[in-house]
């Protein structure tokens, strides 16, 4: 029986703009099991990203309950959350967000500063992040020196430094070509396979069905879920 690590229950979110509330989720709920892959779809503007954001303590729901490894987290303040999120999340984006100025090697040991980790384990551990992605060899470099898909296998590579088994990843193809786009969902199923949980936002259907399990999302909640093969305890 797995472990469940994520569980949202009736998670409510609006964006004001001015005196104009707009619900964007609506009473979401689902739970992820460890180990995990599952892919969140849904047309434009139906509150994905908001989704992936509050599963990364990124932003706070207005309502509704979420658990990460069986703990209230959407009740914790601003540190608390920061400290869960260092210790158990890594994010991949669409745009990459790596800094131009630091060194492939640097963005990866970057979470590791966060957590104490000292220069030398630091390197070490990005190194071989970069290797499991592919790219040692490029460890030198600077993220503009590299292409779009070895970018995104960097923001890969960074997302497993922290080792925090869980990955949230955003419509990481978005800015690739397909056969760029192809490889790194290779390389997801990969990770996946060796055992990271991974929540990821997609358009693209042939994409959302490389996961275990597909959410479709539609006006703020999950209107379609496939089943569940996996028992999963809280
Ligand atoms: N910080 C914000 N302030 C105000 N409105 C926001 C904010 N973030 C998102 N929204 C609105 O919430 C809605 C959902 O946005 P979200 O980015 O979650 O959708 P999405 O499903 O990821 O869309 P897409 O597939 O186009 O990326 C949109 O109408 C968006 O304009």
């Excluded at 492939?104 to 071989?128: F, M, T």
């Excluded at 949980?197 to 959410?215: E, K, S």
Aim: hydrophobic share 40%; net charge negative; aromatic share 6%.
């Amino acid at each position: 029986m797995k472990k469940e690590v994520l569980n949202i229950k009736q998670i409510y979110k609006s964006f004001a703009a001015g005196q104009v509330k707009t619900p964007v989720l609506n009473g979401v709920c689902f739970s992820v099991c460890e180990g995990e892959y599952v892919a969140i779809s849904g047309p434009s503007g139906c509150g994905k990203s908001t989704l992936l954001n509050i599963l990364g303590l990124l932003d706070t729901p207005d309502s509704g309950e979420y658990y990460i490894d069986g703990l209230l987290v959407s009740d914790m303040n601003a540190n608390e959350r920061a400290a869960v999120r260092s210790r158990r999340i890594g994010f991949v984006f669409q745009a990459f967000n790596l800094i131009d100025e630091e060194s492939v090697l640097d963005n990866v040991a970057l979470p590791l500063k966060y957590r104490g980790d000292n220069l030398k384990q630091r390197q070490r551990r990005a190194l071989e992040c970069l290797d499991k992605v592919g790219l040692s060899d490029k460890a030198a470099l600077f993220p503009n020196q590299l292409s779009g898909g070895q970018q995104q296998r960097v923001s890969i590579a960074r997302a497993l430094a922290a080792d925090s088994g869980i990955m949230l990843v955003d419509e990481p193809t978005g800015n690739l070509d397909s056969n760029n786009g192809d490889a790194v969902m290779a390389l997801l199923s990969e990770l996946n396979r060796q055992g990271t949980t991974i929540c990821l936002v997609t358009h693209d259907p042939r994409y959302a069905q490389m996961a275990d399990r597909q959410i479709n999302l539609l006006d703020g909640k999950v209107v379609i879920e496939t089943a569940v093969n996996i028992e999963c305890v809280a």
